[in-house]
């Protein structure tokens, strides 16, 4: 049993000394992971970002720093939690942290951060609470940036706010303080690589034939169609059924705020909104 689930049992503890010890453990191995942490970044450097690197090999190299600096440590701990250790770390360092295998785990459609404390997923269209939580707000301000970083975009407490499109397809959504009151809250929803056609939203009893048929025949007319609904309840996927329906030959356009559409279609021109800069930003 690792750290992680002890953690997650001694909730069940109702003894105040109980969980005094559990969050003394849990803040040794913070204080633990942080030295490492830092001196991976400290070695490797410009390296981390380097893209004549191949991604296995630069994970061998992290890898090996890691356990370097767990030998220099000299902390006894059982085998089974140093290579959980060793793989949150090298998360850390090349990925996101602690919703790094949620969001390698093509089961989980959403991913839900309230506050560093509480990470939520959604798998089969239900929300779970994980026992995974970040180190405190600082870090998970440090993966928040690390995230919006790469697609060119800034969030901080002037621009708390950012809504954005990860280069995987997922999209981003961020709320910082002030706007966000218990803390910084992250949203980040994957979609399929492969969209679902009509044919299997019938197969599946989603839409009928007739349904479809009708559909694709108001399409075909050039009838207004509105699509609207709650969050993950299927507008996107809807969309990209209607758009199958759009004769080849026909031009199609497409504006968003995140791009989320896959638009069977050649003849297509894909619009992204990006906010206006700010002139704070601009100087």
């Excluded at 870090?139 to 995230?147: A, E, G, S, T, V």
Aim: charged letters at 30%.
């Amino acid at each position: 049993m690792g750290l992680n689930d002890r953690i997650n049992n001694g909730k069940l503890m109702s003894d105040g000394a109980g969980r005094d010890r559990i969050d003394a453990a849990y803040d040794r191995q913070n204080e633990l992971k942080s030295r490492i942490h830092g001196r991976v970044i400290q070695d490797l450097g410009s390296r981390l970002y380097q893209g004549d690197i191949v991604d296995a090999e630069l994970q061998r190299v992290v890898r090996a720093k890691i356990e370097d600096g767990l030998l220099a440590e000299n902390v006894p701990m059982p085998r089974a939690e140093r290579q959980e250790l060793v793989d949150e770390l090298v998360a850390e360092v090349l990925g996101y942290g602690p919703i790094e295998e949620f969001l390698k785990d093509p089961t989980v459609t959403e991913v839900m951060v309230n506050g560093y404390r509480n990470i939520y997923i959604e798998r089969e269209g239900k929300i779970h609470q994980t026992d995974k939580r970040f180190r405190d707000d600082g870090h998970l301000r440090r993966i928040i940036q690390k995230i919006v970083g790469q697609v060119g975009r800034r969030v901080d407490e002037a621009s708390p706010y950012v809504d954005a499109r990860l280069p995987d397809g997922s999209r981003v959504n961020v709320i910082l303080p002030p706007l966000a009151v218990r803390g910084p809250a992250l949203t980040i929803r994957k979609f399929s690589a492969d969209p679902f056609t009509a044919d299997d939203l019938i197969e599946m009893k989603t839409l009928s034939r007739q349904a479809s048929e009708f559909l694709e025949s108001c399409v075909r007319g050039r009838l207004n169609i509105l699509v609207s609904g709650g969050t993950g309840v299927g507008k996107t996927t809807t969309l990209n059924v209607l758009s199958s329906f759009i004769p080849k030959a026909e031009r199609t356009i497409t504006i968003e705020d995140a791009a989320e559409l896959k638009l069977d279609h050649e003849h297509i021109v894909s619009l992204e909104y990006r906010p206006p800069i700010s002139r704070a930003g601009a100087r």
